[in-house]
């Protein structure tokens, strides 16, 4: 990883705000001052609602004040224009982001702002339906039943080839980044964030011998619905974007640019594992009755 140091005075810094929320809209002003501080100019682009001067184009950063949620919708922004993330959480999890504003420090983005940071690469997913529409999602992808009391089967193709036919609620195609997501707690694998792989797991499949499947990020994945469904819905980072009529299908593949997330330093992702997941963490404190 190389350290890249971000150009002062002349340099923009884009701010997104989960501005719902009333502790997120109170932390973003306290960001803003910091920034400004720091040399840089601002500009807001909440769900693409622009309050500044300037373009989230001409950004060299793009910083998120929210939850998980707030930076996976900035992730639509700034991936394609390839600017760096960073999230400050005031969520409840925090697992994506940065810096966490409830313990009240910001010393992570003033030391990014002035010093400059680590920048890290995370694989995405883009789903292309029949209808010619394309939706992004740095987690997770999944085609659910809808519409219907009885499970709907549904085909699953890798690269062509038909991989299962199986009844089920649904299908989620993750990235290593939506492992320990929604992918999860669907009974998934955990894939560390530098794998080249995405995951596959049937939801509630109405079967004994379903298990989830991990296959290269360079494999094109279908998902269709089956005949005798009513219709299926399409949802990209936990938001629906599309209905699915029946045999209709929906390729998933690697987003064609990584999404870049700036840090303070490298990641320790076990460690961040045992913190938010409490992954291997005992039951009992030590000592503990």
């Not at 394609?80 to 313990?103: H, S, V």
């Not at 394309?134 to 549904?154: C, K, Q, W, Y």
């Not at 199986?166 to 939506?178: E, L, N, Q, R, S």
């Not at 290269?216 to 009529?245: I, P, W």
Request: proline share 6%.
């Amino acid at each position: 990883m190389t350290r890249t140091v971000l150009p002062r005075k002349a340099g923009t810094v884009a701010l997104y705000v989960s501005i719902e929320r009333e502790h997120a809209r109170g932390v973003a002003q306290h960001v803003t001052e910091t920034i400004r501080e720091a040399g840089f100019s601002v500009v807001r682009c909440d769900e693409g609602r622009r309050e500044a001067d300037g373009s989230i184009d001409e950004a060299v950063l793009l910083v998120t004040v929210g939850g998980d949620g707030t930076l996976l919708r900035a992730a639509q922004l700034a991936a394609p224009r390839r600017i760096p993330l960073f999230g400050i959480n005031t969520g409840r999890l925090g697992f994506l982001t940065e810096a966490d504003a409830r313990t009240k420090d910001l010393s992570r983005l003033t030391r990014i702002l002035r010093d400059g940071f680590v920048e890290e690469e995370r694989t995405a997913l883009v789903a292309r339906t029949p209808r010619g529409r394309e939706h992004f999602a740095l987690n997770d992808i999944v085609l659910r039943r809808s519409g219907t009391a009885h499970m709907t089967p549904f085909g699953l193709y890798v690269d062509e080839k038909e991989a299962a036919h199986v009844p089920a609620d649904g299908i989620a195609v993750a990235t290593p980044t939506g492992s320990t997501a929604y992918f999860l707690s669907a009974g998934g694998p955990i894939l560390a964030p530098d794998v080249a792989a995405f995951g596959i797991v049937a939801l509630l499949p109405h079967t004994l011998f379903s298990r989830p499947l991990v296959v290269r990020d360079t494999s094109v994945v279908e998902l269709v619905c089956d005949s005798e469904s009513e219709h299926a819905t399409l949802e990209a980072d936990g938001q629906f974007v599309e209905d699915l009529a029946p045999t209709e299908r929906v390729a998933v593949a690697r987003y064609p640019f990584s999404v870049r997330f700036a840090r303070h330093a490298p990641l320790n992702f076990f460690a961040l594992l045992e913190v938010k997941l409490r992954w291997n963490a005992p039951i009992k404190e030590p000592g503990g009755g």
